[in-house]
């Protein structure tokens, strides 16, 4: 199996995914310790990570730390794509730098948009929707891919690192796939990783909140930041910690350098060993290697190196759409927009697929099925915070005490007020962009 991030199927089997690809379970215990957890946290739509321990750590003790995500500027903004950003309000009010890519180039690369046409789309539909959805302006920046040199440069550079049978093997390009097409996953780890040069912060632990479609672009980037990487710590096959330099100019001083890095930890059983460009720790537990690799990493710009942290990432499921199938702006159906009128939400709500029975005096009998129905995850992931009250939902459906004409109309109701919301704080919006624009 791959995962194609260019494709509209959804990635049902979460488990699947996660035993296939080294995607990790996002546990209790990675949220549980945040203040006021956002919903989509707590309710399980975050359904797996890679390395969100070390945003943990950064959170916990206040360390800098920043979020980068990506919008596609190929259609209008539905639900679906507002997950993202209701993401990265909740974590930057917990302190993180936002950075926004807006994916114009890849747009351009792999749908059949120019340039021109994205830029209106990125701004109409995506950018006035987070500014009405409550992204702030102070430490934040919106980028356009196309616009971003810095990103770019690196996607070129850091290009150097990796193959064409990579790139084949990760996403099936075939002879006929254009160049714009296959370089565009290399200006996506641009994007990633441009966040951690000097001039934007320099390097520290970085989030990327995407869905799971997503995940080859974060496979691919982590393993260019680590490849780029001067110094890895590792336990070996002999059971001990070492620290390795990985090139070959400048060991003497690298080795001094981790020594001296070493010394600080507290660390005293220290075999250098040159000809190996290694230094074992002998007094080091695989507990410690976290600590180790970041006082290490950081002074890699010191010698020549990006000092790249590998970047985290978190995935998100699928809503999925009104008609059954994939929420999609394709169709328009199966999406309710963020700047759909009252009417057009309602209707689609009302011929929504739910996890009703198919008689009354069978529901009220058997009860209705949640978990399948399209209705209680609008509830889920966008109409309802107080889990309390959604948790009497699940229960009054399960025990045919709620009917879906009933739960309907009150999923409509609260559509209506959410986007009454959006649709009036996006009135003042368009003046207020030029200050999240770099
Ligand atoms: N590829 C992403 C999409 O299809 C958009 C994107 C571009 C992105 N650059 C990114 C996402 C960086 C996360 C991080 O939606
Ligand atoms: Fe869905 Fe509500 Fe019907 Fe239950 S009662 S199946 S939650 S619409």
Known sequence: MKIDPW???????????????????????????????????????????????????????????????????????HLGHKMVIDQVIYYQSLGADINIAVADIEAFATRDYTLEQTREYAINEYIKNYIALGLKTEKCRIYFQSKNQDAKDLAYLLGKKINWSQMQSTYGFIGSTSMAHIFSPLIQTGDILHVQLKKYGGGRPTLVPVGVDQDPHIRLCRDIAQAHRLYNVTITKDNRIGVFIKIDENIEKLLDNAEKILNKLQFTKINRITDYKAIYINDAKKEDIPLIDEALVKTEPFFGGYGFFTPSSTYHRFITGLTGGKMSSSNPESAIFLTDTYEQAKKKIMNCKTGGAVTLEEQKKNGGKPDECVIYELFLYHLIEDDNELMQIYNDCKNGKKMCGQCKKYAAELMEKMLIDIQNKRKTAEGKIKKYLE
Do not use: C
Not at 49 to 71: M, P, V
């Open 7 to 77: 494709s509209s199927t959804t990635y049902q089997d979460y488990s699947r995914l996660r035993d296939e690809f080294g995607i990790e379970e996002f546990s209790e215990d990675l949220y549980k310790f945040l203040p006021h957890p956002h919903r989509l946290l707590r309710r399980g739509v975050i359904i797996g990570h890679r390395g969100f321990s070390q945003i943990k750590d950064a959170i916990q003790n206040k360390k800098s730390w920043a979020i980068l995500t990506g919008l596609m500027p190929s259609g209008k903004m």
